[in-house]
């Protein structure tokens, strides 16, 4: 029973591993051209379903709570997309004389460009009793497009001024005062991360560079802004029903892997050989670990200006990325490519390790949370 109860937990990490064995026993099922047709149905249909939940579930009037910690934003949000990608580029000249597979250490790279995800670092940071607003705020943050839904005045206002868009009566197109504007409604991780994948590694598709922001602008932005559209008119009716989202994006998630799999397992000239992927592992596990020590170190200086709580967001939100916006994100910037499974098995890796170490530090970071609250308490004067 309590087996049955673990896997239907685990339900996931099952099926990745479910998927990536059926990819291997019958590839031509899901390769491009295959019965499955991923061309269509996983570039265009399965990415714009993931991303419309999103728009669906994404509450924005949440997060204007953790507005005020400016500071903690600004720390999280430049650890994650500039120091931590700068970091992994720097370590991985060192890994290029290795004899590790070539293909993985560019992995390494895009899930150091990834953006934070929206769940498991604010699960974590719940689970530790620290400032889940700022993990709320960051996750959203990091993780969307830079665009804004202003629920007062009816407005989106998009960094796509060359865009002719027509929007349903009641939303217009805005394009100036971006940075006056509520800062607790625009994202970025959409716009950064393709970007920082361009910059570090360049496309390796031969789709041009316009066409790959075109089509993100497609199958991410516009069925994130429906689903945010369509939010507005049944927020009570989502608020009441409580659908599972979460299970609905995985589930294409898991799709999406299956079929970028297929793509390598049809192909014979690839070969993973398993020392690069144990070596692999073994790098993601002390990046997850050295990061999270680094962020601690630094959050509770003396003149740090964090609190126990906010250590906690920033150790969860700082080092943790994104397995369901940047497996989409790379099916798109390196579409076509032979080599992509490989290249996105890192991710992968990553995703499963950085929950798994969160949740054996729980235990430890909370009793040190509580601990150190009571210090500050004991340390305050008495009137």
């Given amino acids: 029973m309590r087996l049955l109860e673990r896997m239907r937990k685990e339900w996931f990490m099952i099926g990745i591993v479910l998927a990536i064995a059926g990819a291997k026993l019958e590839p031509s099922i899901g390769m491009n051209g295959g019965p499955l047709k991923p061309e269509i149905t996983v570039s265009y249909i399965a990415v714009a379903t993931i991303f419309f939940n999103s728009g669906l579930s994404l509450n924005t009037e949440e997060l204007t709570s953790a507005l005020v910690h400016i ?166 009716w989502l608020e009441r029903k409580q659908p599972p989202f979460g299970a609905v994006s995985s589930s294409v998630l898991l799709m999406i892997i299956y079929t970028t799999f297929c793509d390598t397992f049809s192909n014979p000239s690839i070969d993973l050989d398993k020392f690069s992927l144990l070596l692999v592992l073994f790098i993601i596990c002390s990046i997850q670990l050295s990061f999270m020590l680094l962020t601690f170190i630094y959050s509770t200086r003396n003149n740090s200006g964090f609190t126990p709580a906010d250590t906690v967001a920033v150790m969860f939100c700082s080092t943790h990325k994104s397995l369901t916006l940047g497996i989409p994100m790379l099916k798109i910037v390196f579409a076509g490519h032979e080599y992509l499974s490989l290249i996105s098995v890192p991710l992968l890796i990553y995703h499963p390790v950085q929950i798994l170490l969160g949740s054996v530090l729980v235990p430890t970071i909370k009793s040190w949370m509580v601990s150190r609250q009571k210090g500050v308490k004991l340390m305050r004067p008495t009137v």
């Fill in 71 to 236: 500071k903690l934003h600004l720390f999280i949000q430049i650890f994650t997309l500039a120091f931590f990608p700068a970091a992994v580029w720097l370590f991985l000249q060192l890994l290029s004389i290795t004899p590790i597979n070539e293909w993985l250490l560019k992995g390494l790279q895009t899930v150091g460009c990834m953006p934070p995800p929206v769940s498991s670092a604010v699960i974590l940071t719940k689970a530790v009793g620290g400032n889940e607003a700022a993990a709320i705020f960051n996750s959203a943050f990091g993780s969307f497009l830079l665009w804004i839904l202003d629920p007062k005045c009816h407005t989106f206002c998009l960094p796509f001024s060359i865009l002719n868009v027509s929007l349903p009566a009641g939303f217009s197109l805005c394009f100036h005062h971006l940075w006056q504007r509520t800062i607790s409604r625009v994202e970025m991780g959409i716009v950064v991360t393709p970007l920082l994948l361009l910059l570090f590694l360049g496309s390796s598709s031969s789709v041009p560079f316009t066409s790959i922001f075109s089509q993100l602008f497609m199958t991410v932005v516009v069925p994130l802004i429906i689903g945010q559209i369509v939010r507005r008119y049944i927020k009570d």
